[in-house]
Every structure is written in C-alpha cells, then in structure tokens.
C-alpha cells in the first residue's frame, strides 16, 4: 500500500510546514524517536535547497508499506536552474549560498537511500528513502 | 514573529521555537548583536530546547551569532540541545566549534558566570 503527499515549496513557511509534515507521516508509517528528527531534518535540507536555487518546486511524500519494508519517500522536484556539476554539490562545503555547504550531501548521510538529477535549464529532482529498522538491525 | 529577548543582569537570554523561520532567526542574530552593545551585556544564552529540528542554516546562524557576539565582548552558551537534535547533527556533519555549550538555563549561567570570573579575575 502506499499513499502520496504533495507539498509546495515557495516560501520560508514552506520548509516548517514540510519538515513538520514530514516528522508526521514518518511518524504515520512507523518511525520514532531520533529517526524522526533524521527524517525532518533532511527534508528541511532539501526544501531549502529548493527555496534558495529555484524559488519554488515541490516535494511528494510517499509512505511505503509492503509487508515488511516500511518506509518514506520523499522527492523534491523544481524546475530551477539546475546544477552544472552535481559531484561538486555532493561535496561537504560546497554552496553557493549562505549555507554551511551541507544541505545536500547532509540529507544523503542523514536518509538510507539518496539520489539526485539535474539539468541545467531544466531543473533538479532528489530522491531520497528512509527505511523503518527494528532497533536491533540498527546497531552495526 | 520576533524571537523575544529576556534581559537578566548582564546577560541576555532568547528561546528559540519550535517553528521558527530564516527570517526570525536572521532577525535574533541581529537583534542580539545591537542588545549586546546597548545593554552592555556580557553574555548571551541561546535556549533551544523547544526546537524539533536544526539544520545546517540554523546552525550556521547559531555560529556566526555567537562569533558576533564574541566580537562585541559577550559569551554566548547555546542550551538545551535535544539527545535526538544533537544525533541528527552529527550525522549532518555539523559541528558547534568553538561554543559553549550546556544542558539547560542553569548550567549556561553558570558557564557564563564561570567565564566571567576567570576572565574579570586575571
């Protein structure tokens, strides 16, 4: 089963209300405790990244439920600039902003899965999953 | 909305909400540098205790809040750091060098009334 959530990203507002939306439905689908705040705090990353480089875009929510992997999906999808060189923005200290240079490759340490496509002129989109692990699978 | 500042002897305090935007913490950081002058305030204590989430322009404006304030003569402790705040920071990769921290109100007016004394002392 699995259900989607749309949100726009415009506005400064925008990334509470998403990171708070997001904390809610990873709530929803299982998470808890410091997973929680991973989960918000990589989509706080990523909104941001939309505000700052394309001023707007969107990000979908989606909650995977198939028997035993539970999870979150999140996309986040503008049709800004792009980003001419995405290794270079993987890289820790790289911004072109006011950030500290970790907003994206923040978010790929903080979520289990993480991928990104740009197209300069065309826009950006990053896909990134967190799966719910029992606590026992958590200690590596 | 304005993040309010509390006025205690030397020392200045501001608690930081749960939902609290670039805008308000731009606003603080500001607001702290010219309180830090006009009050003569010797030290600055950040609480977050109510914040959910810290991401890395939070942080950002933490540090360089803190680095202001250095410059105009205050000492400035951040408290209140949740267990699961401080974990999702280490794994961002942020760091809070070269500021103090401490658990709560308390431990942060003593770190500041520690650093006083020994800076006032020798």
């Known amino acids: 089963m699995e259900d989607e959530h749309h949100l726009r990203i415009g506005s400064e507002h925008d990334i509470l209300t998403a990171r708070q939306r997001g904390r809610e439905l990873a709530a929803a689908v299982g998470f808890s405790g410091s997973d929680l705040t991973i989960v918000a705090t990589a989509i706080s990353e990523i909104a941001r990244n939309i505000l700052e480089y394309a001023r707007e875009g969107e990000i979908v929510f989606t909650l995977v439920r198939n028997g035993p992997s539970q999870g979150i999906v999140v996309v986040a999808r503008d049709e800004g600039p792009g980003i001419p060189d995405v290794a270079l923005a993987m890289q820790d200290g790289y911004s072109t902003r006011r950030s500290l240079g970790l907003g994206l490759p923040g978010a790929r340490r903080l979520m ?6 740009s197209e300069v002129g065309r826009g950006t989109t990053v896909t990134m999953k967190k799966w719910v692990q029992s606590r026992s699978a958590r200690v590596s | 909305m304005a993040i309010p500042i509390l006025k205690l002897g030397d020392y200045l305090i501001a608690s930081i909400q749960s939902a609290v935007t670039d805008a308000d913490l731009t606003r603080l950081q500001d607001d702290l540098a010219r309180q830090v002058g006009e009050l003569r305030s010797r030290g600055v204590i950040v609480d977050v205790t109510a914040a959910e989430v810290m991401d890395s322009f939070t942080i950002r404006t933490l ?7 250095k410059l105009r003569g205050a000492e400035t402790v951040i408290v209140g750091l949740k267990p699961e705040v ?4 280490v794994q961002l990769g942020l760091r809070l060098d070269g500021v103090a921290t401490g658990l709560d109100l308390e431990e942060g007016l003593a770190i500041l009334r520690r650093v006083r004394s020994s800076t006032d002392g020798g």
Do not use: S
């Open chain 2, 86 to 89: 401080a974990f999702a920071m």
């Open chain 2, 63 to 69: 540090l360089d809040l803190a680095h202001i304030g």
């Open chain 1, 112 to 117: 289990d899965e993480f991928d990104i496509q």
